[in-house]
T-cell receptor, first 112, second 115 residues
Framework: GENVEQHPSTLSVQEGDSAVIKCTYSDSASNYFPWYKQELGKGPQLIID?????GEKKDQRIAVTLNKTAKHFSLHITETQPEDSAVYFC???????????FGGGTRLMVKP | DTGVSQNPRHKITKRGQNVTFRCDPI?????LYWYRQTLGQGPEFLTYFQNEAQLEKSRLLSDRFSAERPKGSFSTLEIQRTEQGDSAMYLCASSLARTASYEQYFGPGTRLTVT
């Protein structure tokens, strides 16, 4: 079935450094790739997304890149801050539809 | 608060009991989704509605699970004869159906513990 792999599972960076999280997907029909941030005890929060008709999207300190040929996409966070510490999930839509398949998550720790 | 709301936030039940959760989507959103999330994992899709019609159900959704959205607004998810393996966070999300629009916004979840 459709699968999304996410790496690394944990990532520790120093405040001010950059963080990169990578995902690969298996469904060649996927055309929507969101990223969610989940803090302890809360639901996932949509932070950025990208569609298959663009290769990169940026929103302040957050950027996402997409390589459709290789079926992988990445989240880049620059100038990390302690409040960026959370679990981040990538996802892809199944068969170009409305259902999302999620990666296993990356626990990001930003050390002050 | 105009986001997705879910009730209750926590539920502890004994094995074999039935439980029901409620989700209220963002007011103008006509699509509503249910996901399940176990500790250390990403959310897994269960089912979704467009207005009152249930359009997709995952193979994960056993016969003990049933979801409804009778008036196309709030939704309920019922689990009958709960098992310990049902312990998880149940997440609801909503979105607005329009051309090439996929953004889903999640609620805070209902954490179910089956003892």
């Amino acid at each position: 079935g459709e699968n999304v792999e996410q790496h690394p599972s944990t990532l520790s960076v120093q405040e001010g450094d950059s963080a990169v999280i990578k995902c690969t997907y298996s469904d060649s029909a996927s055309n929507y790739f969101p990223w969610y941030k989940q803090e302890l005890g809360k639901g996932p929060q949509l932070i950025i997304d990208i569609r298959s008709n663009v290769g990169e999207k940026k929103d302040q300190r957050i950027a996402v890149t997409l390589n459709k040929t290789a079926k992988h996409f990445s989240l880049h966070i620059t100038e990390t801050q302690p409040e960026d510490s959370a679990v981040y999930f990538c996802a892809a839509n199944i068969n170009a539809g409305n259902m999302l398949t999620f990666g296993g998550g990356t626990r990001l720790m930003v050390k002050p | 608060d105009t986001g997705v709301s879910q009730n209750p936030r926590h539920k502890i039940t004994k094995r074999g009991q039935n439980v029901t959760f409620r989700c209220d989507p963002i007011s103008e959103h006509n699509r509503l989704y249910w996901y399940r999330q176990t500790l250390g994992q990403g959310p897994e899709f269960l089912t979704y509605f467009q207005n009152e019609a249930q359009l997709e159900k995952s193979r994960l959704l056993s016969d003990r699970f049933s979801a409804e959205r009778p008036k196309g607004s709030f939704s309920t998810l019922e689990i009958q004869r709960t098992e310990q393996g049902d312990s998880a966070m149940y997440l609801c999300a909503s979105s607005l159906a329009r051309t090439a629009s996929y953004e889903q916004y999640f609620g805070p979840g209902t954490r179910l513990t089956v003892t």
